[in-house]
């Protein structure tokens, strides 16, 4: 099948599509919209958590003297867990 549309407007009506596409799917797929809202939900707390993580290991520069006042203060170590007091 040979689009007639080129360039740009090709692009204006792939998203048309895309978007009528994402409509049909929400009202119509129940599995659809559970994957869309957990997607919503998770991610940004995936994105905290790695935040929290990088910031202990020392993975954001600037930061290796305060990880290792938390890791000696707190007893924290992530390669070998939380040490007992």
Excluded: C, D, H
Excluded at 72 to 85: D, H, I
């Amino acid at each position: 099948m040979k689009s007639n549309q080129t360039g740009f407007l090709r692009l204006i009506y792939a998203t048309r599509y895309s978007w009528l596409g994402l409509k049909a799917a929400w009202k119509n797929e129940a599995a659809f919209r559970q994957e869309l809202v957990g997607f919503l939900v998770l991610a940004p707390l995936a994105n905290a958590l790695w935040g929290s993580l990088a910031y202990y290991e020392g993975l954001y520069p600037g930061v290796e003297k305060q990880s290792g006042v938390a890791r000696e203060e707190f007893g924290v170590n992530l390669a070998q867990g939380v040490s007992a007091p």
